[in-house]
């Protein structure tokens, strides 16, 4: 009857396993690492990381409309800036 | 009229979460202050003799040291105790206090996670240095191996490899993951050399608000994970001592024992390092006089369970009824170790109690004292424990008393000297407050105080790739 002995190695191992597979499964799902991403290119995004709201639209939506899109968001008071991948 | 930052209740001071952010970002921006290089170079200086200490302990061996027979762990064991106790403030910080919804750790956490990981570190050097043969380090790892060598799993030494390499990797993903938003920031606002490093460590880290809203989910699962760890490590820890049938070590109250000198050893220094490092960065109203406060109380806390246990010690010698036990409890308080003993009993229970004033415990200069005091203090009970208790078994033919070399103490001064280097250059690096406070802690997930910062972030309203 040893195998209580067995149980503090296979708890730490358990928790060890979990939790760099949450960190790595974060990574993924979140698409990281990630050499540069376009809204970095946008002048005033220093701002947005901090205490701005930014809305960012993707142009890879097959509905997208950028002239649709810019006259809604001036409509609604934004600035709207465009980036473009380097 | 700029809003007021969202946490004006934990803080000190009219701050906007811009101007926040200005002040938590100095420390890394900003030429640091005169105490930062005497820290710096002080540290730098004690970890040079550090590898000098260890040099000689590999070219001529461990009879440089002062262990002998019977006190063959000596002070390597005393500061591998030392040192895993002080890294457990860090991890209860970041995830105990997480669950509990405490939200005041978020001025600390950062820099108490910083404070486990070098102190884990320091920790693990001493059983590495300790087992003579240290090219095989590696034999005490699970590995298949031509000479079928496996580690032996019913001895809680084994458990203590696992133990702290666990406790070691998640305290420095905890580290890492609250550090990712900060260094986007940085990467944005800086130049050069510095810009490349926090751009590779950022990850590419973007504060999209679903990015935000899965790393809060991941936050949390960490930190109950975390939370069982963060009591086991200093129970196994304790269990090295609790399974060897040397009196004054098998005892079952050790691990609850352990796990409570961890905390208190750990707050008190958090408290040593926080102290200093607000006045000299100015950090005052964000590391306000009542988050001492509340660390005064959790030391006062944890501290009373050793206390308790200091007491419990000397009547289960007696109801024992065991006369090694009863003798080795005579020893501590009446044979040659007895100045350390009792200094032990001055300070982890009779100062601690100065603790339960509101007059002492806000009173900041004597809450550095006591700090400073309560690091000594539970040094002294590792020396008890490991050392008194070894030069003191059953035959009186073997008793034998120990004397550290100076190899012992660069040892330890040098484990010191890199545990305050590490930091200064890690502050160096990476803010030693988090600035996206509300957004790790659990404010915002689900309570019903909103996070209003949160709302800075890119909602994005297509999917593309994994965004």
Known sequence: ?86 | MPERHPDHDLIQGEWTERSLVEKLLEPVEKPPPRPWKVVAAVGFVLTLAWLYAIFVTFTKGLGTWGINQPVLWGFDIVHFVWWIGIGHAGTLISAILVLMRQNWRDSLNRITEAMTLFAVLCAATYPLIHMGRAQHFYWILPYPTHMALWPQYKSPLSWDVLAIFTYLTISTLFLYLGLIPDLALLRERSQGWRKKLYGWLSLGWTGSALHWRRYRAAYVLLAGLATPVVISVHSVVSMDFAYGVVPGWHLTLFPPFFAAGAIYSGFAMALTLLIPLRKWYRLEGVITERHLDWMGKVTLASGLGVAYTYLLEIFIAWYSAEPAEWAQQLWRMTGPYAPYYWAMMLINVVLLQTLWFPRFRRNVAWLFVFSILANVGMWLERFVIVVISLSHDFLPGNFHLYSPTWVDWTLFLGTLGFFLFGLAVLIRLFPPSPWRRCCTSTTSLGSTREAPCCTGTWPTLTRRRSF
């Open chain 1, 1 to 86: 009857m040893g195998w209580p002995a067995f149980i503090p190695v296979t708890f730490e191992i358990t928790i060890l396993t979990i939790t760099v597979g949450i960190f790595l499964y974060l990574l993924y799902l979140n698409g990281l690492p990630l050499a540069a991403h376009p809204a970095v290119l946008a002048p005033r995004y220093r701002e947005a990381l901090v205490d701005r709201p930014a809305l960012f639209v993707y142009a890879t939506d097959p509905r997208f409309d950028p002239e649709a899109t810019r006259d809604l968001l001036r409509a609604l008071g934004a600035e709207v800036e465009e980036v473009r991948r380097a």
